[in-house]
């Protein structure tokens, strides 16, 4: 069982940058493909960005050169460094732990981005 806390959204001027951080409790979390997620108002959950055990990244295009995922599996925590934000990057993000059948999510994190 792997329980996730999110952490480091906030309000934002337009250009800024915000960097997410979602710790992951247990010891296993380095077998684990992580996600960011967000939610708009009104909209679908969307994938953000992808790192797998292995450390390999995916992004959704909209998001490419602007947002990084990374991890520190000595510190089970995945990072997301969002560069350039926008109005349309605000919303409730969501730390996702999968492997195998395992699927777990934390509580989100909110990110408001001002213009």
């Known amino acids: 069982q792997v329980q996730l806390v999110e952490s480091g959204g906030g309000l934002v001027q337009a250009g800024g940058s915000l960097r997410l951080s979602c710790a992951a409790s247990?010891?296993?979390?380095?077998?684990?493909?992580m996600a960011w997620y967000r939610q708009a108002p009104g909209k679908q959950r969307e994938l953000v960005a992808r790192?797998?055990?292995?450390?390999?990244?995916n992004y959704a295009n909209s998001l490419k050169g602007r947002f990084t995922i990374s991890r520190d599996n000595a510190k089970n925590t995945v990072y997301l460094q969002m560069n350039s934000l926008k109005p349309e990057d605000a919303g409730l993000y969501y730390c996702?732990?999968?492997?195998?059948?395992?699927?777990?999510w934390g509580q989100g994190t909110q990110v408001t981005v001002s213009s």
């Open positions: 996702n732990a999968v492997y195998g059948p395992m699927n777990h």
């Open positions: 790192i797998t055990s292995g450390g390999s990244t």
């Open positions: 247990g010891s296993s979390f380095i077998i684990y493909t």
